[in-house]
């Protein structure tokens, strides 16, 4: 079983920047995509932004030049950067990961991180 563990969550002035971390507990092999979700009050969750096993990032229309995903293999670390913070990025944001082990393919979740942005 792999325990998935947010961070860097918090409050921040509109037009500021935040840096999420997930740090897995073990190293993954098998990794399909990763990915950073978001669920504002009264919303379903929404991907914000995922990257293929083969490092090909993709991004939500509406954080599309703000947030950016990346990971650091060695340190089984999933990053997201988010700059130019608006009031509708208020949310709790997870981190995702799909992979395959043995013949099963699991999804990981972490458990969550609060994102608040003031005007």
């Known amino acids: 079983q792999v325990q998935l563990v947010e961070s860097g969550g918090g409050l921040v002035q509109a037009g500021g920047s935040l840096r999420l971390s997930c740090v897995a507990s073990?190293?993954?092999?098998?990794?399909?995509?990763v990915g950073w979700y978001r669920q504002a009050p009264g919303n379903q969750r929404e991907r914000v932004a995922g990257m293929t096993s083969g490092g090909t990032a993709n991004y939500a229309d509406s954080v599309k030049g703000r947030f950016t995903i990346s990971r650091d293999n060695a340190k089984n670390t999933l990053y997201l950067q988010m700059n130019s913070l608006k009031p509708e990025d208020t949310a709790v944001y997870y981190c995702?990961?799909?992979?395959?082990?043995?013949?099963?393919?699991?999804?990981?979740w972490g458990q969550g991180t609060q994102v608040t942005v003031s005007t």
């Open positions: 073990r190293s993954i092999s098998r990794i399909n995509v």
């Open positions: 995702h990961v799909n992979a395959v082990t043995g013949l099963w393919t699991y999804d990981y």
